[in-house]
């Protein structure tokens, strides 16, 4: 496991992105010292359709003033959404050190340093007491992990009774077989995707009941399209998810956008209650 978890993080690991970031934004003339949220929301979401999909997600249950975990939290800007729009207590943990290290930079960037709390761990093994979040939130991770049935657990575990799960998530659909790179995996080894019905049985499994579903697949598609309109016309943009997938960005995003296409993979979120 600690040979994956290391493969995870060089596969993720760009040195010293919170300074580039930095350097981009100064680039397009913005003021660091005066730096809002929207400025860095093309790179601090790693998921389709960013920032969007996160306000969507939030509007589903009652978030406000909730204590809420973002397992597999990356650069941190949904956590940083969550506290400011819904002054949710809100803590992120991640696997990749460089990944924590730019989330709480970037939350002092934009002085929500003191609602926010960023943490390197393990999505399977969470530091956490029973019962601790009123919601567990996750958005695109668990391609990562081969021991789902660990991840889910942790996530139920951690989650108060009566509270949410919250997911966003690639799923498999069919048995046709899925290629690579793709934003999250380089090759296969990384990579363990999961159909909706199966989690769905995990989590039944643990005694979580489903609230709601929702096909995302057609608005990451249309989000798609839009995407590689425009890194054709004008090229990578300032601040984008070029900024972590570097030059491998356009073969992974094509990929994924052609596998959601063919009906390979699937999105979906939801919510299921403890
Ligand atoms: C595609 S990114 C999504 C990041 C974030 N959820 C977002 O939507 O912006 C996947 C993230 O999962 C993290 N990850 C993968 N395996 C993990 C594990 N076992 N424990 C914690 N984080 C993990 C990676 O480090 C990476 O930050």
Not at 196 to 219: H, R
Not at 227 to 243: H, Q, T, Y
Not at 248 to 265: D, E, F, I, R, V
Request: charged residues 30%; contains cysteine.
């Amino acid at each position: 496991m600690e040979n994956l978890h290391q493969d995870i993080e060089n596969h993720y690991f760009k040195e010293g992105l919170y300074e580039d970031i930095i350097t981009r934004l100064e680039e397009q003339d913005i003021d660091v010292s005066k730096v809002s949220r929207s400025d860095i929301a093309g790179v601090d979401e790693f998921h389709v359709r960013g920032a969007e999909v996160s306000k969507e997600l939030a509007t589903r249950i009652d978030l406000k003033e909730a204590s809420v975990l973002d397992v597999g939290c990356g650069l941190g800007g949904p956590c940083r959404m969550l506290a400011e729009v819904y002054h949710c207590k809100a803590t992120g943990i991640d696997l990749s050190h460089e990944y924590i290290r730019t989330a709480n930079k970037l939350s002092k960037l934009v002085n929500l340093d003191d609602k926010t709390t960023f943490i390197q761990g393990d999505a399977t093994q969470l530091p956490f007491e029973d019962n601790t979040f009123d919601v567990v939130w996750t958005q695109h991770v668990q391609m990562n992990i081969p021991n789902k049935k660990e991840f889910y657990s942790e996530i139920h575990r951690v989650l108060k009774d009566g509270g949410h799960f919250l997911f966003y998530d690639i799923l498999k659909k069919g048995d046709g077989e899925v290629s690579y790179p793709m934003p999250w995996a380089s090759s296969k080894n990384l990579s363990f995707l999961l159909k909706t019905e199966e989690m769905d049985d995990f989590l039944t499994a643990l005694g979580f009941i489903k609230e709601q579903s929702t096909d995302q697949t057609q608005a990451g598609i249309d989000f798609f399209d839009v995407l590689v309109a425009r890194l054709k016309e004008f090229g990578p943009p300032k601040i984008g998810l070029n900024v972590l997938m570097g030059e491998t960005t356009k073969p992974k995003l094509m990929n994924l956008l052609s596998h959601l296409k063919m009906g390979a993979l699937e999105l979906k979120s939801g919510v299921y209650k403890k």
